[in-house]
């Protein structure tokens, strides 16, 4: 089983930066072998898919919103992914998910998550 938890969120001016950090808790397969997303919710809104990275790090893809100002990657070895996220915009403002699948591939759709984590707010002031 694949417990995810998420750090990192704050309070940010617009233009600022913030790296969240998702701890994976791994049992019975290797955090190496997930397919690793973010995704983000504003209040009123549904769930938004941010950007996603397969296992081995080969496949990586973004939501149009946040391409060229967010970047994921992930230390296998740590059981650990991140998101970076900079040129930050009052719209980012969500709480920010991380969610991990029983596979290698990843998903740019919440339901093909097995495992989240519980979330971390983060707050872009203008």
């Known amino acids: 089983q694949v417990q995810a938890g998420e750090s990192g969120g704050r309070l940010v001016q617009t233009g600022g930066s913030l790296r969240l950090s998702c701890a994976a808790k791994v049992s019975g397969r290797p955090f190496s072998m997930t397919g690793v997303a973010w995704f983000r919710q504003a209040p009123g809104k549904d769930r938004e898919f941010v950007a996603r990275i397969n296992s081995g790090s080969t496949l990586i893809y973004y939501a149009d919103s946040v391409r060229g100002r967010f970047t994921i990657s992930r230390d296998n070895a740590k059981n650990l992914a991140f998101l970076q996220m900079d040129s930050l915009k009052p719209e980012d403002t969500a709480v920010y998910y991380c969610?991990?699948?029983?596979?290698?591939?990843?998903?740019?759709?919440?339901?093909?998550?097995?495992?989240w984590g519980q979330g971390t707010q983060v707050t872009v002031s203008s």
């Open positions: 969610a991990a699948r029983d596979g290698p591939s990843s998903s740019p759709f919440p339901d093909d998550y097995d495992h």
